[in-house]
């Protein structure tokens, strides 16, 4: 029971989201954020998931880059500093790395590095630009801490997966994670 009363409570602060204002206070705005938007959730938790299919640093390298970049591009959102194309961006991210993970890419490193720092920078920009005007760093904290556990339920999901079906199982999230991107822009 506990484990479905936290989700349910949290609901109608996850709906308010994306509407720009605090919902309580700055940290707990910038936590519901990313929570609150279905394209958020889907390519942080892909970035997690792609790091367990590359292995080794990756689970953590690849979550701590797409962090930094998001904040860097928040700051840049929060000051008014234009990105195009954010919007198409964040939905490129769901449908390339949910790509990556169906098919277990495993490129360099730092080749994927530079990948989730350039969706990081976008996702941030859309967190900047729809943050609260006062609390910067407050809300900063909680979108880059909430987007930190979007990541890691990914790992998580994808490390218990992989044990079954030689990974099969891990791919098909990511399967449905890149086709979850797609309805997206066609319905968005």
Do not use: C, N, Q
């Not at 701590?64 to 860097?72: G, K, S, Y």
């Amino acid at each position: 029971m506990k484990r479905i009363l936290l989700p349910l409570l949290l609901l109608p602060h996850m709906a308010l989201a994306h509407g720009g204002a605090p919902i309580h206070s700055p940290f707990a705005s910038g936590l519901a954020h990313p929570a609150g938007g279905l394209d958020h959730v889907l390519a942080m938790v892909a970035v997690g998931l792609w790091a367990v299919m590359i292995g080794g640093r990756a689970i953590w390298a690849l979550p701590l880059a797409f962090v930094a970049a998001m904040i860097a591009g928040g700051l840049a959102g929060a000051l008014g500093i234009p990105l195009p194309g954010v919007e198409p961006m964040i939905l490129a991210s769901i449908v390339v790395l949910g790509v990556a993970a169906a098919l277990a890419l495993k490129p360099k490193l730092t080749h994927a590095i530079i990948f989730v720092v350039i969706f990081g920078v976008f996702h941030g920009h859309a967190h900047g630009a729809e943050g609260p005007a006062t609390g910067l760093a407050a809300y900063a904290a909680g979108f880059a801490l909430m987007t930190m556990g979007l990541h890691l339920a990914g790992v998580a999901i994808g490390a218990t997966l992989m044990r079954f079906a030689r990974g099969v199982l891990p791919r098909v999230l990511g399967g449905l994670t890149a086709l979850g991107g797609v309805i997206l822009a066609i319905g968005g």
